[in-house]
């Protein structure tokens, strides 16, 4: 017995729809991830100016536990060998970067702020907020959720290695 932690490989998905679902959500996060991260500095600003925080040093907090979330969910939806308490923290990381973004969304089209850069691709790529982005969010909280149910950190069964 080691009283050190052991990874375990991931459960087999419960279909190949699932395996597609999960790669094209960690594709998101990736794309999500590196573009924030290439222009880390002036996200922050961003997220200032959506009007979610009253300071700076929230909207510093918030930003980067956008982009560590982002980071985390991608060995989840990858089925990388990890510990079963790390999938759940992969998993739950995804599953609360995707509401983050989705309050984000909703606030930012619910006020009234004249918003240039609505912050998903962070300050590298400036893109106009709008209902497309509660909808956008929406169709990734719904593969978030289909890959959690396909891949579920603590299946138990013949299926499973």
Same mark, same amino acid.
């Given at each position: 017995?080691?009283?050190?932690?052991?990874?375990?490989?991931?459960?087999?998905?419960?279909?190949?729809?699932?395996?597609?679902?999960?790669?094209?959500?960690?594709?998101?996060?990736?794309?999500?991830?590196?573009?924030?991260?290439?222009?880390?500095?002036?996200?922050?600003?961003?997220?200032?100016?959506?009007?979610?925080?009253?300071?700076?040093?929230?909207?510093?907090?918030?930003?980067?536990?956008?982009?560590?979330?982002?980071?985390?969910?991608?060995?989840?939806?990858?089925?990388?060998?990890?510990?079963?308490?790390?999938?759940?923290?992969? $998993?739950?990381?995804?599953?609360?970067?995707?509401?983050?973004?989705?309050?984000?969304?909703?606030?930012?089209?619910?006020?009234?702020?004249?918003?240039?850069?609505?912050?998903?691709?962070?300050?590298?790529?400036?893109?106009?907020?709008?209902?497309? $982005?509660?909808?956008?969010?929406?169709?990734?909280?719904?593969?978030?959720?289909?890959?959690?149910?396909? $891949?579920?950190?603590?299946?138990?069964?013949?299926?499973?290695?």
């Amino acid at each position: 017995m080691s009283i050190f932690v052991q990874s375990t490989p991931a459960p087999r998905p419960k279909s190949e729809n699932v395996k597609l679902v999960s790669i094209g959500l960690a594709g998101v996060f990736v794309v999500l991830a590196v573009a924030q991260l290439y222009s880390y500095e002036d996200f922050p600003s961003v997220i200032t100016s959506l009007g979610l925080h009253d300071g700076r040093p929230l909207s510093d907090l918030y930003a980067a536990l956008l982009v560590t979330g982002e980071v985390l969910a991608i060995p989840f939806l990858l089925s990388m060998r990890l510990s079963r308490a790390m999938r759940f923290v992969s $998993m739950t990381a995804g599953w609360l970067v995707i509401i983050a973004w989705l309050k984000t969304a909703v606030i930012v089209n619910v006020t009234a702020n004249a918003v240039t850069n609505s912050g998903v691709l962070g300050a590298t790529i400036p893109i106009v907020p709008g209902w497309w $982005m509660v909808c956008f969010f929406m169709v990734l909280a719904l593969m978030s959720a289909w890959a959690s149910w396909g $891949m579920w950190p603590a299946a138990v069964g013949k299926n499973n290695t």
